[in-house]
């Protein structure tokens, strides 16, 4: 009966190690299908922001401070007066030099009244050719003399009007380096204070001559079509992750390599309204170099990375069987990877799910909504956030 028996148990087992499995559903997976359309080639590059225009305040003139006339960090426009020098020594000169013209005037005068008489008396033959010629030269003389005086006058004048320093650009002027009293000397290096425009304001990055050149081949080979010169804009991410909402625009792109870091640097053009964008600080700037019109693009979270190190997903075949297929990836743009080589048009690749299979499993393949899967990226922050309070 034993031997009898044992066998008959084991057929139960594997009946129902079989009925089980008929009976367990397949996984739910979610599952994009990949479909080629043009994107555009974005390119994340570091970079740092720099004024448009810097001018550092100096003396055009000699003397000492008597006011200052601004406050610092404050917005001024070209012609504001800044600093203002002690102008009484410069009023006394001009007073020296009109008081030199009025007399080198007197001179003409006198001047041109001898060539006159000379000239009549010349006229009459009642005086010698020399005399007059004399006389008419020395009218030259006094008129000459008059018109040295007019520019040292000017002159006076306007050593005058540099005893008020000005603003030379618009923008916002820093901290004052001198104050009240103080000596400043004319074409001292040591500037008064500095003043930076701006409004717009650029971000000079830099891109390796390496991709440069990929670029060019890419567009040469057509892989790649040319963005419109109108098109081109260029995006800022700031510090904290988030896009400046005003685009740029592309200026140059520098035609020698640096010898050292083997980059080119590149300039973009910012409006700056609000002064968001301050010098110095550091930014990474995104930049569209190319469309690609058959590009494959899928989730990030879809790239699985196998045991040595290459890139693969999993697949659903049309028999909904789960299978690995090894893919070669590009840049990570916008949550989505590009991949250049691996998958075709048509391809359903597992995006969620994954630990619910193995390869070689049967699956149930859903569409995969990225609304669905951000809302449950929310719900899961909050329940984390709640958790920790």
Partial sequence: MLAVTAPLLAGCDQANTATAAAQT???????????????????????????????????????????????????VEAGDPLYQLDPRPFEVEVQSTEAALMR????????????????TLFAQKATPEAENEKAIANLKQAEADVQGREAEVARAKLNLDYTT????????????????????????????????????????????????????????SGDLDRIAPDAMKVRLVLDDGSIYKLPGKLLFSEAKVDAYTGQVTLRGEFPNPKRELLPGMYVRVLIEQGI??????????????????????????????????????????????????????????????????????????????????????????????????
Avoid: C
Wanted: aromatic letters at 4%; zero cysteines; a neutral charge.
């Fill in 104 to 119: 080198a005037k007197a001179v003409q005068e006198q001047a041109t009244l001898q060539a006159r008489r000379i000239a």
């Fill in 165 to 220: 320093i000005r603003a030379p650009i618009d923008g916002i002027v820093g901290a004052a380096l001198v104050s009240e009293g103080a000596l400043v000397v004319q074409n001292d290096t040591t500037s008064l204070a500095t003043i930076q425009q701006l409004d717009p304001i650029y971000a000079d990055f830099q891109q390796s001559v390496t991709e440069m050149n990929q670029l060019r081949r890419a567009f040469e």
């Fill in 25 to 75: 559903p397949e996984p739910d997976v979610s599952v994009v299908t990949v479909k080629p359309q043009a994107r555009a080639m974005l390119r994340e590059l570091p970079g740092r922001i720099a004024p448009t225009r810097v001018a550092d305040v100096r003396p055009r003139v000699s003397g000492i401070i008597v006011n200052r006339m601004f406050h610092q960090g404050t917005e």
């Fill in 292 to 389: 690609d019109t058959d590009a494959i693009a899928v989730p990030q979270q879809a790239i699985q990375r196998n045991g040595g190190g290459g890139s693969e997903v999993f697949v659903v075949k049309p028999d909904n069987l789960v299978a690995v297929q090894p893919v070669r990836t590009g840049s990570l743009q916008g949550g989505q990877w590009f991949v250049t080589d691996g998958l075709k048009a048509g391809d359903r690749v597992v995006v969620e799910g994954f630990q619910k299979f193995a390869a070689g499993d049967k699956v149930k393949p859903q569409a995969w909504r990225e609304v669905d899967a951000a809302a449950a990226g929310t719900l899961d922050a909050k329940h984390t956030a709640h958790a920790v309070r």
